[in-house]
């Protein structure tokens, strides 16, 4: 089955400095790879997602790679402040219909 | 778009009582739904997730069970609750409108 391993599994960046946290995926049958951020005591919450027919997509200070090749995908967040502070969950899957199989986390934290 | 209700919000158990945690999904229909538990400090572990009124898969073997009993209803119980069952219970929501797992409030169960 799918397995789905996410680093670091904590991450300190100073404020305005760039975030990058990779994971990478087992199954090649995998086109479905959500992010979410999970503030402390709140629910997780999508904040961006890809699809294998693609290669990046953006969405403000907010990016994902794909590279299907090497069965990895990053996050990467720009100009970070303070609220980026979370901890953020990768995912795979067949669709996002199918079971997510989840990565374990990172604990962003933003250094003021 | 869809709202999921949990309750309830917190829940403090004594070991080897029952339990019953209920959640709702407003907004759609026949959506496949998920019930997630995270421990303290640690990733997403899918419990059960369902596909349609009455049908449930198990993803790990334990001492709780799941149920729908109607379209938009999830059920998840346990009749001893053990120390270990502690943890931020979450139920999800798939939707091909949203096109994305869409999570709720949670239950923050203690068992003492």
């Known amino acids: 089955g799918e397995n789905v391993e996410q680093h670091p599994s904590t991450l300190s960046v100073q404020e305005g400095d760039s975030a990058v946290i990779k994971c990478t995926y087992s199954?090649?049958?995998?086109?479905?790879f959500p992010w979410y951020k999970q503030e402390l005591g709140k629910r997780p919450q999508l904040i961006i997602d890809?699809?294998?027919n693609v290669g990046e997509k953006k969405d403000q200070r907010i990016a994902v790679t794909l590279n299907k090749t090497a069965k990895h995908f990053s996050l990467h967040i720009t100009e970070t402040q303070p609220e980026d502070s979370a901890v953020y969950f990768c995912a795979a899957s067949e669709d996002s219909n199918y079971q997510l199989i989840w990565g374990a986390g990172t604990k962003l934290i933003i250094k003021p | 778009s869809q709202t999921i209700h949990q309750w309830p919000a917190t829940l403090v158990q004594p070991v080897g009582s029952p339990l019953s945690l209920e959640c709702t999904v407003e907004g759609t229909s026949n959506p496949n739904l998920y019930w997630y538990r995270q421990a303290a400090g640690r990733g997403l572990q899918l419990l059960f997730y369902?596909?349609?009124?009455?049908?449930i898969s198990s993803e790990v073997p334990q001492n709780l069970s799941a149920s729908r009993p109607q379209d938009r209803q999830f059920i998840l119980s346990s009749k001893k609750l053990l120390l270990s069952d502690s943890g931020f219970y979450l139920c999800?929501?798939?939707?091909?409108?949203?096109?994305?797992?869409?999570f709720g409030p949670g239950t923050r169960l203690t068992v003492l």
């Open positions: 890809i699809r294998s």
């Open positions: 199954d090649s049958a995998s086109n479905y």
């Open positions: 999800a929501c798939y939707t091909s409108v949203d096109s994305e797992q869409f």
């Open positions: 369902s596909v349609g009124i009455g049908q």
